[in-house]
């Protein structure tokens, strides 16, 4: 097992290290750039904007650039936002676990919701559930997340009433300093009568616009799992041994059935994390996505660089555990098999 | 530590009688008498930092403006220029000194770590100033130390020296007479900060927290900023001047214009920032809503480089302007949301000259004229437009194509260009482009502000005059015109200067668009600015 896990965290090194290249690179092919994107229409001074480049390192040859970014990096300097003049990695700290709240229960409701409806469709193979199933997968699966989301506020928050429109608690009602930055926790700990209700209230539709995609596919490889397994041996010989449909399918077929469906879950955070950055943009919702679009319009390559690479790393060692969970449960993997 | 506010909140009591009779007396007097008048407003992004000298986008200015006074201010609704925490000043007979006298029992804002022990003085006039102007400032680096305005409003040059007389009596020194400078000092960069909160923060080896945590002597105080969340504000019941109606502002901070839409609808704010023209329509029929609209004080232009063949010969940029059908271009791009341009100011602005008609619409005409100028047909041209959306020009590339669909018909190919924004204005400033679309947006409410963008100083290569026209008749004026104290005089100069560009035309003017505010109708009392941004002193909610 150490050296399964060994030979997986030497893979990552690579992954991270092209990351941060693509990132460096990629931003400064965009064209503009941290001063003149402030200059509007008023412009500036060849002086102004010399002397602003030189300070920001901007006249720097790209290369050396690299490498003075990367040895920050090396020494856990993720550098600082030229437009707030604050570090990066603690702006990244103050807005990610809005970030976090939402795509945990984006992902609970996802997990909750298409797990069980792939299992029955699977079960009722054929049935009109399973094709109306199949079909609402493949349409949320399709879903353009900003349509998605706008669509459900006109019509559940603005026709219904049901919910709020965006935000993440009610700004008039309620007022308390973060502790942790998860919304849900705050509000209970800030002792203030309904303030939980009603960040649990404003968490709903960003929670349901953001599992959407995942939901779609854990459910469709939910089913197609289900069904290799249910025509397997093993389960033929369950039945036979006389064990309840509960228990075969409880017990036996739904445990093998879920070992590709983890794996999914994994691949799933760099969607949601995707998926984040168009959801906070829609609800409002103070993340790193939301900070990370301002960050193009602003050309703050800092926060951008670092931002997309504190994300990727995240993804990095979510998928890692994936992997050593999969390693766990189907011992084939991690002996190599 | 935490505080607990609840709208309409009943203080508990400590027993049950107690606490039944204060619920009697609470419906007695109404639950409004215990209601905090809270104005949310749907904000379109996030301020870089709480001190407007160090910025440059409206949405920074605008959550600062609660916090801060400037010497002087612009009327609530105008651009008059009105006494704030200077309460007189004198001008010298050269027009080169100004003293201030300094308004008394001034009160500066309270915030965790810091209670101030002094009123407002002329050390913090100095303060605020010498951070911006002298390189050697100990807060002068501090938060990147760029402070843009002071620069582009040609303060480093303008401002020789400023010299505390006492305690309220601050003497400015200019190296120039400069009529326009009431007018920046009115302008958000020229905010006035604690000098005494400076040095607290010095001391205490937390100078950044300067720009994070403001103190200021505005007509709100700051209470908290979440970041790309919410900025909250209180009335400051100590303020000098006019107080606040309401008593908690929020800024809820809404980038998508959509969802601040459905936000106002919902009531979840009652103010919203820059509706979507396409919104307006259905706003207006919504008797919760209150739309208002105001000509912006900007200007559209397609310029002419006069320094490229043949665009130098006036009959050819005559023939430019006869040539564009203007009216298709308010109808089919602005959407009613602008008014055609004649002059290069809007007509809110003062001096503006009523006498200058614009060219008609005449083709024929056009042609007549190129051929007069010796323009033989077909001549090629490159017609340059912004790749973004601005708020004088909401789409210049479907302009860009009206503009070569008219022009094809005097025989005019117009071959259209564009480039990233930043590379754009780079380009249009050295004077690359042969006809170039462009457009400004007033900061000082002062003519000069704008017809600067023709002066033959910014017509050097790199500088802000892109038709690179100067005309010596024009130019004097707009000299002289800086360094007169008397309006009238002022006025016909710039009123001479409107007619002499117009007919020697280095642009053709487009338009002036219109600015609208969206709000609920329960809002009472909002005048908008002709400047732009929001102030929210003397608005209530009913």
């Not at chain 2, 006494?83 to 009160?107: H, Q, Y």
């Not at chain 2, 003085?121 to 807060?139: E, G, I, T």
């Not at chain 2, 430019?320 to 809110?348: C, E, H, Q, S, W």
């Not at chain 2, 017809?451 to 050097?460: D, I, K, M, S, V």
């Amino acid at each position: 097992m150490l050296r399964f896990l060994l030979k997986r965290l030497a893979l990552t090194i690579p992954t991270f290290v092209a990351l941060m290249f693509v990132t460096f690179v990629a931003i400064r092919m965009v064209p503009g750039d941290p001063v003149e994107v402030r200059t509007g229409e008023r412009g500036i001074s060849p002086e102004r904007l010399a002397q602003f480049r030189h300070e920001m390192g901007l006249d720097q040859p790209v290369w050396k650039q690299f490498v003075d970014y990367a040895w920050g990096l090396l020494h856990g300097d993720f550098g600082t936002s030229v437009v707030t003049n604050e570090r990066v990695l603690t702006e990244f700290l103050q807005l990610f676990p809005a970030t976090l709240e939402l795509a945990f229960f984006g992902m609970v409701f996802a997990i909750l919701i298409g797990i069980p409806a792939g299992v029955i469709a699977a079960l009722k193979r054929g049935s009109i559930f399973d094709q109306t199933l199949m079909g609402l997968s493949l349409t949320g699966f399709s879903m353009p997340i900003f349509w998605w989301g706008l669509l459900l506020i006109m019509l559940v928050s603005e026709r219904l009433g049901w919910t709020p429109v965006s935000g993440r608690i009610d700004l008039i009602k309620f007022y308390f300093e973060p502790v942790t930055g998860f919304m849900l926790i705050d509000s209970l700990l800030s002792d203030q009568a309904g303030a939980f209700k009603s960040a649990l209230h404003h968490l709903m539709l960003p929670m349901i616009v953001l599992g959407t995609v995942p939901l779609a596919t854990l459910a469709r490889m939910t089913r197609s799992s289900m069904l290799e397994v249910l025509s397997e041996d093993y389960v033929r010989t369950a039945y036979a041994k006389g064990l309840s449909p509960f228990r075969v399918i409880g017990l036996h077929a739904l445990r093998n059935a879920l070992i590709p469906v983890v794996t999914i879950i994994g691949l799933q955070v760099g969607s949601l994390m995707a998926g984040a950055v168009l959801t906070e943009t829609i609800f409002s919702w103070p993340g790193v996505g939301k900070w990370l679009i301002e960050s193009i319009g602003r050309r703050d390559y800092p926060a951008l660089q670092g931002g997309i690479l504190l994300i990727s790393s995240i993804v990095i060692v979510v998928n890692l555990t994936v992997d050593m969970l999969y390693g766990f449960i189907n011992p084939r993997i991690r002996h190599g098999q | 530590m935490s505080y607990i506010r609840k709208t309409g909140q009943i203080a508990k009591a400590g027993s049950a009688k107690i606490g039944l009779a204060a619920l009697s007396f609470a419906l007695l007097l109404g639950a409004s008498a215990v209601s905090a008048k809270t104005l949310v407003y749907c904000s379109e992004g996030s301020p870089e930092n709480f001190t407007p000298a160090l910025n440059t986008t409206g949405t920074s200015f605008d959550a600062a403006r609660p916090i801060y006074n400037q010497l002087v201010e612009f009327e609530r609704g105008s651009t008059k220029v009105v006494p704030a925490l200077a309460e007189s000043w004198t001008t010298s007979p050269d027009g080169l000194e100004i003293t201030f006298k300094l308004r008394k029992g001034v009160k500066w804002h309270s915030v965790t770590g810091f209670k101030p022990t002094r009123d407002m003085n002329a050390d913090d006039v100095l303060f605020s100033f010498d951070r911006q102007s002298k390189p050697d400032h100990p807060y002068a680096k501090i938060s990147g130390g760029k402070y843009d305005y002071f620069a582009d409003m040609g303060m480093t040059k303008l401002l020789k020296s400023l010299v505390k007389k006492d305690d309220y009596t601050i003497v400015m020194t200019l190296s120039e007479p400069n009529a326009p400078i009431l007018a920046n000092l009115a302008m958000d960069f020229a905010s006035i900060h604690s000098a005494e909160y400076a040095d607290a923060l010095l001391k205490s080896g937390k100078p950044e927290q300067f720009d994070q945590v403001p103190v200021g002597t505005g007509p709100f105080s700051f209470i908290t900023y979440q970041k790309d969340a919410v900025i909250r504000f209180k009335a400051n019941k100590e303020f000098w001047g006019e107080k606040a109606l309401i008593d908690d502002l929020v800024y809820a901070i809404t980038p998508d214009p959509t969802a601040r839409y459905s936000k106002l609808k919902a009531n979840e704010c009652q103010f919203a920032a820059y509706p979507r023209p396409a919104d307006l329509a259905e706003m207006q029929k919504d008797p919760s809503l209150k739309v208002i609209s105001q000509s912006g004080l900007n200007i559209a232009y397609w310029a002419f480089n006069v320094t490229k063949k043949p665009f130098d010969d006036k009959r050819v940029r005559q023939a430019m302007n006869m040539a564009i059908d203007k009216a298709a271009i308010m109808r089919d791009v602005y959407l009613g949301a602008g008014t055609a341009a004649i002059n290069f100011i809007p007509p809110t602005l003062w001096s503006y000259n009523t006498a200058v008609k614009d060219y008609p619409y005449d083709p024929a005409k056009a042609q007549a004229l190129l051929k007069e100028a010796g323009v033989t047909a077909p001549l090629e041209i490159d017609l340059w437009y912004m790749p973004v959306q601005r708020p004088y020009n909401p789409n210049a590339k479907r302009i860009a194509e009206m503009m070569q669909s008219d022009l094809a018909k005097i025989g005019v190919n117009a071959k259209l260009v564009t480039y990233e924004w930043g590379e754009y204005r780079k380009r249009a400033q050295q004077g690359e482009p042969t006809t170039v679309q462009l457009g400004w947006t007033g900061d000082n409410g002062d003519p000069d502000n704008f017809f600067f963008l023709r002066g033959c100083a910014a017509a050097r290569p790199g500088g802000q005059n892109i038709s690179k026209w100067c005309n010596e008749e024009f130019d004097s004026r707009l000299k002289k015109a800086a360094t007169l104290t008397d309006p009238k005089e002022r006025t016909k100069l710039y009123e001479e200067m409107q007619a002499i560009m117009k007919e020697d035309a280095p642009d053709m003017t487009i338009a002036h668009s219109i600015v609208f505010e969206v709000m609920r109708k329960e809002v009472e009392g909002y005048k908008q600015s002709p400047l732009g941004g929001h102030k929210f002193i003397g608005v209530d909610i009913k």
